[in-house]
């Protein structure tokens, strides 16, 4: 079984950077897809940064060019460096882990809170 813990979150003024990490147990994470989604208090929980087993990143339009993902294999890992934040990132953050970003089997960490204030 698949096991996601996710560390990093916490309280930050905007213009602030946090990192998040993810370290996944129970499987290799090599050759799927690692990524981060997060919901805010009334919205629907969305994809904020994926990359794929091949290695691609993608991200959400709303934190392209301020957030950066990265993954190591090794050490089974997945992490996102939160720069220059904003108060409207302020949210519960999620780690995934799929075979996809659309694997109705894929996991989810238990999240970590984000709040960053104005």
């Known amino acids: 079984q698949v096991q996601l813990v996710e560390s990093g979150g916490g309280l930050v003024q905007a213009g602030g950077s946090l990192r998040l990490s993810c370290a996944a147990s129970?499987?290799?994470?090599?050759?799927?897809?690692m990524g981060w989604y997060r919901q805010a208090p009334g919205k629907q929980r969305a994809l904020v940064a994926l990359?794929?087993?091949?290695?691609?990143?993608n991200y959400a339009d709303s934190v392209r060019g301020r957030f950066i993902i990265s993954r190591d294999n090794a050490k089974n890992t997945v992490s996102l460096q939160m720069n220059s934040l904003k108060p409207e990132d302020t949210a519960v953050y999620y780690c995934?882990?799929?075979?996809?970003?659309?694997?109705?089997?894929?996991?989810w960490g238990q999240g970590t809170q984000v709040t960053v204030s104005s």
């Open positions: 995934y882990y799929g075979r996809s970003s659309t694997d109705p089997f894929g996991s």
């Open positions: 129970g499987t290799r994470i090599s050759g799927s897809a």
């Open positions: 990359v794929t087993g091949g290695g691609t990143p």
